[in-house]
């Protein structure tokens, strides 16, 4: 039979074993199939790439830009390129999980050590660059650091049996994975019941470096599958697919000392002090958090805020969000990126309202994103035109009131019946003048319990009186500071 040249072009990607830069769209196809995209039999037998419709490309497409926190757009863009032809880990982001399954914050493969004391071995070393001693150490700074949260304690032995055996490999090594030569994969580990973790020896291994690539942080990495760890969408975890640079204070991040605690607890011969510092987010980027603080003492303009199901008052702003008390004052001063909790979700949303069938919808541009707590549904994000017709784009904020929802916009407001068709009444939109004392192009708008309702615009609030329909001390409202009795600044 006479193969198509899409399908020949994929048989040679999937059998090469040298890194070929991804341009196109058969290229991102075995790239998919090769690390849990797409179904299995598409790896294995290539000539079933003609049954590849574009939904089932775009679903994939999407999926995969959603698990490596890009915007989900379906498309082939820049942005989703340069993350594809980025080093990585060679397991599957999907190792052994079924396709429709939810994910939780950290991922754990089926199987784990059932004792506490292992034994490893190198076989072999680098072929360039580290020597052996350099090697040994960095391996071994890896492994500590799991030991460091866990009862569990790593010795490296020169001969006889090894529960792990570490191996530096060319191209194709003798399993069903083979190395790709330098970029591309740089590492793969065979699962925690075969005991093998292998290294890319095409790749120029360093320390200490940005050139090359991070022997310390692959391995550490690639010994949390051998722990039984599988791979994470949490932004700035150690089990992220995705080689994230050379960085010099790397370490394991809550969610990776969450799930390594759930196989095998936690290392009680620990002094409390040090629990508390391997419990920190060590990350630089979480060294922001104080500094966002005087940011948003200096700026207080925010995004939206969510009132939750629960009640709960959640202010974003950029990148992060953080929770109110009852006090309306920080929550522990605690800050948190968006991309952490809300996965799929982008930066500088619009608006946010939860309704009664206890989804949360966020909205930005022409789109709108929901979630069932705090995992996003399936098919989202849709286009507001579709999901909320009569309801334009670009919305300044919206809130859930009697079982309507309220848009608002520069001057305007629309009324939304999810129950009444149409959905919006012809006499929409409607002149904020209607909402007497409450200025235009507000930032943010709620209401506890179809009570009173406050809006937010820089850093004022204002709060409506259901009652007389009127803003509460609407004389005085510049006294009313976000700033002030909101951000204790």
């Known amino acids: 039979m006479k193969l198509s040249k899409e399908v020949y072009m994929l048989n040679l990607i999937i059998l090469s074993s040298a890194f070929v830069e991804i341009k196109n769209r058969t290229q991102a196809m075995a790239y998919l199939a090769e690390f849990g995209y797409l179904e299995t039999e598409m790896q294995l037998q290539p000539q079933l790439a003609h049954k590849l419709t574009n939904k089932m490309f775009k679903e994939a497409l999407i999926e ?3 698990f490596v926190d890009i915007t989900p757009t379906g498309l082939l863009d820049t942005e989703t390129l340069k993350v594809m032809n980025t080093q990585r880990c060679g397991c599957h982001d999907k190792f052994y999980r079924f396709k429709k399954e939810r994910f939780k914050r950290f991922e754990r493969l089926p199987d784990g050590w059932r004792l506490n004391d292992l034994h490893y071995k190198i076989l072999n070393y680098p072929t360039r660059e580290l020597d052996n001693t350099q090697t040994d150490i960095e391996i071994k700074k890896a492994f500590d650091q799991w030991s460091e949260v866990t009862p ?6 020169y001969s006889g049996t090894a529960h792990i055996n570490i191996a530096f490999k ?18 793969h580990t065979l699962t925690p019941s075969r005991g093998n973790v292998h290294f890319d020896d095409s790749e120029t291994w360093t320390t200490g470096t940005k050139r090359g690539t991070n022997l310390y942080q692959v391995a550490l990495h690639e010994f949390g599958h051998m722990l039984g760890l599988d791979h994470s969408k949490i932004k700035f975890s150690v089990m992220r697919p995705i080689y994230p640079g050379y960085n010099p204070n790397y370490k394991l991040k809550n969610d990776d000392i969450e799930g390594i605690q759930e196989l095998y607890g936690e290392n009680t011969s620990m002094d409390r002090q040090k629990k508390v510092i391997a419990k920190r987010h060590t990350n630089q980027e979480y060294n922001k958090f104080n500094k966002y603080h005087k940011d948003i003492c200096k700026n207080p303009k925010i995004d939206t805020i969510l009132i939750s199901r629960g009640g ?12 109110l ?6 929550e522990d001063r605690y800050l948190q990126l968006i991309n952490d909790v809300w996965i799929g979700l982008p930066n500088n949303i619009d608006a946010v309202f939860t309704y009664n069938n206890q989804k949360t919808y966020f909205f930005k541009g022409s789109k709108y994103w929901r979630f069932t707590e705090t995992s996003l549904d399936k098919d989202f994000p849709r286009e507001i035109a579709f999901g909320f017709a009569g309801i334009p784009n670009n919305i300044d904020s919206a809130m859930n009131l009697n079982d309507k929802i309220y848009f608002f916009k520069g001057e305007k407001y629309w009324v939304y019946h999810p129950t009444k068709n149409p959905p919006v009444s012809s006499e929409y939109p409607r002149s904020l003048r209607d909402w007497n004392g409450v200025p235009s192009n507000i930032d943010a708008v709620f209401s506890f319990n179809n009570s009173n309702i406050t809006f937010v615009k820089d850093d004022s609030y204002y709060t409506f009186k259901t009652s007389t329909f009127l803003v509460e001390n609407s004389n005085i409202s510049s006294t009313r500071s976000i700033n002030k009795d909101w951000f204790y600044c």
Request: charged share 20%.
């Open 325 to 330: 008390t009852t006090k309306r004052d920080f």
């Open 152 to 157: 569990l304690k790593f010795t490296q032995i």
């Open 312 to 323: 709960e008052t959640y202010i974003f702003k950029r990148n992060i969000f953080w929770k």
């Open 64 to 66: 995969y830009q959603l």
């Open 170 to 187: 060319s191209n194709f090594h003798g399993d069903l994975m083979s190395f790709d030569g330098t970029l591309g994969v740089f590492a």
